[in-house]
């Protein structure tokens, strides 16, 4: 096996007159008396392999019979396609099967629904939609490491188990191996968590900022890219309980700075798919989002638009547009007014900034004003909030204040304001949230789409 080639480089290669040995998934049969042709797709790219198989190969009987889903091994000769659109083909001279697909096989011709296909997400890999979305997600993957690493950042490997509640919003899946049913108390008849397995309550991270900022202030530029978790009730086309987040943190770097690598990384990773998956960008583009190639190159080339807070609720008050929740300053932006903002009124994206303290987590600077904080949301088309990051507070007086004012366990957070007595300086980070990302530039409407196994209420079957 280890002798076979790809299809993807059987296309771009076409090593003519050569004999290749081809492993993969039939996608369809059209069977005569005389030869039969197979189409068959291996996963390396979104194109197809057209196989000629002649009625004098020993096993053609077999062969002719195959279904959808057979797994097969094809050794032939590559030959210039007759089709009109050019490119090559093989001439079978041995066709093995691997592995028989039944009948029932799930995944017929016809044009199957994303939801049907959410319900066998063990298969639908092996469609096109799906193998052009993990392509790209793959090279967003690699363009991610390759943007922060090109730049001197340092990837950390941030903490998947923690005790602390990074964005202060009580979402988190709790992680324990006390025994639910008999569950030890303390005198005041809470849950004891001493005698759990880490000797305090823990969790699932929701962010990797908290230790990425201990490493910013001291290798500087460094970020994160793991899984983060929320138990948000959040049934959207945009919320998973489980999704990956890229979180850079940059010290001596202020909102300004972290904007500008946002826009720096999102474009970078626009012009990677844009360089690297053509073939499935257009196939995406075809079935999903007639103008993606155009919104992409759009976005690339535009310079993002800042504005603040304060002025987005202006401009969301003065339009005659209709909303289902009113706004009012002091409260947060629902997708609808963030994806007016990008789509409708300045169709590109928009970096707003200066929020109300009130909506925004408890380590974001504090402005002047008393009342808002070096916060910024990166709002995209389709999307809604693609990225949220912040200046840091780094002033331990003001942080400790405002941790009081939430409510907060100064004691659990000790070693984080430490950052804040030793060495302290301006620092800023950002978290971008990667599926959505792989929304955007695929054109997915759903992120339940562009996550192999999505995680969301209910649903944790895969
Ligand atoms: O805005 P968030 O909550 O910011 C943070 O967690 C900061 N600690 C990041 C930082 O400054 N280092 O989350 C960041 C991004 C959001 O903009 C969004 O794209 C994504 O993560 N996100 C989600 N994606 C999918 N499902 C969810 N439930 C998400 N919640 C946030
Ligand atoms: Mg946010």
Redesign the pocket.
């Known amino acids: 096996m280890s002798q076979n080639i790809t299809i993807k480089e059987i296309i771009a290669e076409e090593p003519i007159d050569t004999t290749q040995i081809v492993l993969g998934w039939i996608r369809s049969v059209r069977k005569s008396k005389k030869f039969s042709f197979l189409v068959v797709n291996d996963g390396s790219c979104q194109a197809n392999l057209q196989i000629i198989a002649d009625a004098d190969l020993p096993n053609y009987e077999q062969v002719a019979s195959m279904r959808t889903g057979f797994a097969i091994a094809i050794t032939g000769k590559v030959v210039k396609s007759g089709g009109r659109n050019g490119g090559v083909e093989m001439q079978a001279t041995a066709c093995k099967i691997l592995g028989e697909a039944p009948e029932d096989y799930p995944l017929q011709k016809k044009a199957t629904s994303l939801e049907y296909l959410r319900e066998v997400a063990h298969l639908r890999p092996r469609t096109n939609t799906f193998g052009a979305v993990f392509r790209v997600r793959n090279r967003l993957n690699f363009a991610t490491h390759e943007f922060f690493v090109n730049r001197g950042y340092v990837q950390l490997h941030s903490p998947i188990i923690t005790g602390a509640d ?2 202060g919003a009580g979402e988190m899946f709790q992680v324990s191996t006390l025994n639910p049913n008999q569950l030890p108390k303390t005198d005041k008849g809470h849950v004891d968590f001493s005698q759990d397995y880490f000797g305090q309550a823990s969790n699932l991270t ?2 990797g ?1 908290l230790n990425a900022e201990a490493f910013a202030l001291a290798l500087g530029k460094v970020y994160t890219f793991g899984p983060t978790f ?1 138990a ?1 009730n ?1 049934n959207t086309p ?3 309980a489980e ?1 990956w ?1 890229v ?1 850079p ?1 940059v010290a001596f770097a202020d909102l300004d700075d972290i904007a500008e690598l946002a826009s720096d990384y999102l474009k970078y990773l626009i012009s990677a798919a844009l360089e690297h998956c053509q073939d499935d960008l257009e196939f995406l583009q075809s079935r999903y989002k007639k103008d993606l190639i155009e919104t992409l190159n759009h976005v690339k080339d535009s310079e993002f638009k800042k504005i603040t807070y304060t002025e987005a609720i202006e401009i969301l008050e003065s339009t005659d547009k209709k909303f289902e929740f009113p706004t009012k300053w002091g409260s947060d932006l629902q997708t609808e007014h963030e994806r007016y903002l990008t789509e409708e009124h300045f169709k590109i994206p928009v970096i707003v900034t200066d929020y109300p303290k009130e909506i925004k987590s408890f380590y974001m600077k504090q402005n002047d004003d008393g009342k808002t904080v070096r916060a910024m949301d990166i709002l995209v088309t389709g999307v809604g ?6 200046q840091r507070e780094e002033n331990l007086e003001k942080i400790t204040q405002r941790m009081k004012e939430m409510d907060m366990d100064t004691e659990q957070l000790s070693w984080f304001l430490d950052l804040r007595k030793y060495g302290s300086v301006e620092h800023s ?5 990667f ?2 990302a792989v929304m955007f530039i695929t054109g997915m409407a759903n ?1 339940r789409d562009v996550i192999p196994f999505p995680r969301t209420p209910n649903n944790c079957h895969f």
């Open positions: 990074a964005e929701v962010s900022q929320r948000e959040s945009r919320h998973l999704f987040m979180e943190e909030e693609l990225m949220g990051g912040s980070g950002f978290g971008l949230g599926e959505r992120v």
